[in-house]
């Protein structure tokens, strides 16, 4: 009897309720508008700039004149963007290897609730706070030859050329990239971690799973899309660092650290070849959605799937 | 207006701006003041964008050349004709790197700034020895001392043009100073000079004799570490502008005024072309007016230009702070400063040399100038060769 009573209002309810999506769809509709004026004023308008003036030639002054292919030819034939490429993504692998296993223990362990962890998680995500150029600059008067910490300290193997040796620097920028970046992507690891429930461990502990036998079959699975979003944000970042390296070395000694973005800058900015540089933010363009496209794939097809089914 | 931070320039520049002000409220200037590598990049793009300033700071040359040929700045030849009292005021050399295809596009001001060979008299008279008058005297003081530990030459290599003042110097003492003004002049094959090749081979060779500080290519000139190692004793000499005397007078701890700093001209070089009198640097600082400006703002920059820069005061303020103004007559002012020795050096040096080369990389359009310092820099850490130098730049020619 009273189910009879419950169900009746339930089934118009049920009705109302699709209609209401409905609208709420249409008003959700109008509400990407904002978003999408951005995308577009922001985003594509550029886009476009850029791409028409990779077939120009503007030296930023004075008059645009059209070039046709000119700078793609001369700027495909250039070795200087090889090594600028190869740099780029030498970078990038490097940083993602330093990065992902450092910033994913620390986040595990940020994530746990061990004595004085509070205390060592804000340490760690310190260097976050600060801006690039500010990192760049107390590293480099740290790390002068003459006047840098090895002087102040007495210790003479820290005494290096840092940023005069080209393979010293490239270490030296990849190593304070890592030091830079590693609280965020711990950040990212620390939340994933503890989206998991208590319960697998509890489950795993009973079958006699030890701590590092758990990080392994609970843990790294469960962390699939994190470790995707955090390295799709490396990878995909890694394009785009410019302030930290424009500061530290300004792409020297010679062209060691010269890598693609701020190989963009200096010819548009510095040389005036804003035809040869927009060629080059294509390139980066294509380059940065190939490279999250492929990244999202690896996410798989069922990405909008649970991880936690039977639970 | 944009100007220079940095002092001592700033607060001559302010007080300039101020007691202008004050006496004009009608034609009231407004200084902004940016960093100096900064400013290089601010102000390209604000021109490009119809933001400039109404009066454009600068360095003349290829830059101005880029400005000029885009109708950017005004032309400013008639109202200089007119205007002979001010003209005359100032070096007549001073013009020539504001002058643009017969036209004078800017007014130049500030000071005379050529490159001066700087050494430390301490470490000579302990060492023993005389400053250099020829490159084999820069090879065997390279050689005393390294022998003693301490740096033959301090060099901020990381700015790069601190490099390039050495190929300045070497290319006219070696080819003279036609073989730059033939590139200068985008004339075919003008890097090919062998003068060019041997200028590189030069180099290399200090730098592999280890004549400059270790560690020299991570050093900045911006951060005054270059000077600091001469006035602390680690290097025993450096190539630097006339500017740093100032510099190392204010932060030097008495280097300077107990007269332990020395200055002498770049030396010769056995079968050379070039007169050791030559000098190269920055003939001077420029203004310019932007053509985008107002009628009335055009009008308040010329009377800026006529009573509010180089006045009395201003060219006390440079004199004092080791600096040649490029106005006429100062003779008197300079004899009677405590830098005198030294104000002396510049002025002789900006006066009697029979050519002034001004700083390449002023000189150039900025499209060959960023490809000169990338080239330098490779050629200073050997991972090109002098060839190969003069190859890559020899691309740049009429860019």
């Known amino acids: ?311 | 207006m944009w100007y220079l931070s940095g002092e001592p320039n700033q607060t001559t520049m302010q007080k300039a701006v101020d007691a202008f002000n004050s006496a004009n409220s009608a034609d009231k200037i407004n200084v902004t003041y940016f960093q100096n590598d900064a400013y290089k990049t601010k102000i390209k793009t604000a021109i490009g964008a119809n933001q400039a300033p109404t009066i454009i700071y600068g360095w003349g040359g290829g830059g101005l050349k880029t400005y000029a040929e885009a109708n950017q700045v005004e032309d400013l030849t008639s109202w200089l004709e007119q205007n002979q009292d001010l003209k005359k005021k100032f070096f007549p050399s001073s013009f020539g790197a504001a002058t643009i295809n017969g036209k004078i596009y800017a007014l130049p001001n500030q000071y005379v700034a050529p490159i001066v060979l700087f050494y430390n008299k301490e470490l000579f008279q302990k060492a023993g020895v005389q400053p250099p008058k020829s490159w084999e005297d820069i090879m065997s003081l390279v050689k005393t001392f390294n022998g003693m530990g301490v740096a033959p030459f301090s060099l901020g290599g990381q700015s790069r043009w601190t490099s390039m003042m050495w190929l300045e110097y070497l290319l006219d003492r070696i080819g003279g100073p036609e073989v730059f003004k033939a590139i200068f002049e985008g004339k075919p094959n003008a890097w090919m000079d062998p003068a060019v090749i041997e200028t590189g081979t030069k180099v290399q060779e200090l730098v592999s004799a280890d004549g400059f500080i270790k560690g020299f290519s991570s050093i900045t000139a911006d951060s005054q570490a270059d000077q600091a190692l001469l006035f602390s004793g680690k290097a025993a000499m450096m190539l630097h502008g006339s500017w740093t005397y100032g510099a190392m007078k204010k932060a030097g701890q008495n280097f300077v005024q107990n007269g332990k700093l020395g200055f002498v001209p770049f030396p010769t070089i056995a079968g050379g072309k070039g007169d050791p009198k030559n000098g190269v640097g920055n003939p001077a600082a420029y203004m310019s007016i932007s053509s985008k400006a107002s009628d009335k703002e055009k009008e308040s920059a010329k009377k800026f230009f006529k009573d509010g820069i180089l006045t009395e005061t201003v060219i006390d303020a440079y004199i004092n702070s080791g600096s040649v103004p490029i106005v006429n007559g100062i003779e008197d002012k300079l004899n009677t400063s405590e830098d005198r020795e030294f104000l002396n050096f510049v002025y002789d040096m900006a006066k009697n040399a029979p050519n002034f080369q001004q700083s390449w990389d002023q000189a150039l359009s900025p499209t060959a100038a960023e490809a000169l310092l990338n080239n330098i820099d490779q050629l200073f850490l050997k991972s090109i060769t002098p060839q190969q130098f003069a190859e890559n730049m020899n691309g740049t020619l009429g860019k």
């Not at chain 1, 550029?46 to 503007?58: D, E, K, N, Q, R």
């Not at chain 1, 930023?60 to 030819?73: E, P, Q, T, Y």
């Not at chain 1, 061990?114 to 690039?132: D, G, K, T």
């Open chain 1, 1 to 311: 009897m009273s189910n009879a009573i419950s169900t009746a209002p339930r089934a118009t309810a049920r009705i109302k309720e699709s209609r209401q999506t409905e609208q709420r769809k249409a008003a959700l509709a109008w509400l990407t508008l904002p978003a999408l004026f951005f995308f577009l004023v922001f985003a594509v308008i550029p886009l476009a700039g850029v791409l028409i003036l990779s077939f120009t030639s503007w030296d930023g002054i004075g008059a645009i004149g059209a070039a046709g292919l000119d700078n793609w030819f001369s700027v495909l034939a250039d070795p200087g963007l090889y090594n600028a490429l190869g740099l780029t993504f030498l970078i990038m692998i490097v940083s993602w290897l330093v990065q992902t296993p450092i910033s994913l223990l620390l986040g595990v362990f940020t994530a746990g609730s061990q004595r004085y962890r509070a205390a060592l998680a804000v340490l760690y995500f310190l260097p976050l706070l600060l801006s690039s150029a500010a990192v760049a600059i107390a590293f480099k008067a740290l790390l002068d030859p003459n006047f840098g910490l090895a002087t102040g300290l007495g210790l003479p193997f820290l005494a290096q050329d840092w940023l005069g040796v080209p393979h010293l620097a490239l270490g030296l920028v990849i190593f304070v990239i890592a030091w830079q970046f590693v609280p965020f992507h711990t950040l990212i690891y620390q939340g994933g971690v503890r989206q998991i429930p208590k319960s697998l461990y509890e489950a795993a502990q009973i079958d006699g799973a030890g701590t590092i036998k758990q990080f392994f079959h609970i843990t790294l699975p469960q962390l699939k899309y994190t470790i995707i979003t955090s390295s799709t944000l490396m990878v995909v970042g890694s394009l785009t660092y410019f302030d930290l390296i424009f500061v530290l070395t300004g792409g020297g000694p010679g062209n060691s650290t010269r890598i693609l973005a701020l190989d963009m800058y200096l010819r548009g900015f510095r040389a005036n070849l804003m035809g040869p540089a927009s060629v080059i933010a294509v390139i980066l363009v294509i380059i940065g959605l190939a490279l999250a496209l492929f990244l999202q794939r690896l996410g798989g097809k069922d990405k909008q799937g649970s991880q936690l089914e039977g639970l």
